[in-house]
């Protein structure tokens, strides 16, 4: 299914231009951050990937036979539960697979010990922290072993703490060989996280390179302007 390949990606909703022309190509290795100021498209640019939004124009090929099902799980930036158990909700992304009922259990014991929530997993879901939840929903993403996971800025709404522990799970389903595709506006995580680095701005992708150059020596003049804080922010109220 690697690499993506995308290809003049638009979206222009009621004229207005949200993805002006978008390149880019994807690998199946590590942690692709998607880094931009507010606004600038990252949440629609990985919606499409996940084909939960439809472009204007443009095209999204995968190599091969496309994109086999069950591959693609992807994490918001406000985690969308289940009204039942920590447990259940794990479960949920199991049970089209197929799996006997003694095999889910398993899986799910083994998902909630790596995000530390195996003492939680009877409780309803609704009573976690902003913290667990993200954790819960990270846990319901790896438990399918997708080869592709796209995280919307999951710590967005996230404290420090929260922040660190969401990042280090990250770092462990990068390690179990998922592809990691995550959009942040968080410079400090782009670094501590990314193997590449994709920055977009206005729409547009300024600049597409791996980590340690990009920090160390951005090319785009908007990449620069971020880095230094002075890239204005476009104020935008989709919450
Ligand atoms: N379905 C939509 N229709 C119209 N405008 C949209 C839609 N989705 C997003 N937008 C607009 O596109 C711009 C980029 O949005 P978004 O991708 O959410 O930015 P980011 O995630 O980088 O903060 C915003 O101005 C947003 O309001
Ligand atoms: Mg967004």
New binding site residues.
Partial sequence: MFPIHIEQLRFT?NGRT?LAGVDLDLNGEGISVIL?P???????LIRMIAGLARPDGGSITWKGNGVPAGQIAIVFQHPMLLRSSVADNVALGLKPMGLTRNDINIRVGEMLKRVGLTHRAEDSARLLSGGERQRLTLARAWAVRPRLLLLDEPTAALDPTATETVEQIVREIRTDGTKIVM?TQNLGQAMRLSDDVVFIEAGCIREHTISARFFSRPQSHEARLFIKGELPWRI?F?D
């Fill in positions: 909703p949200v931009g507010n606004g600038s498209g990252k949440s629609v959009t935008s989709d």
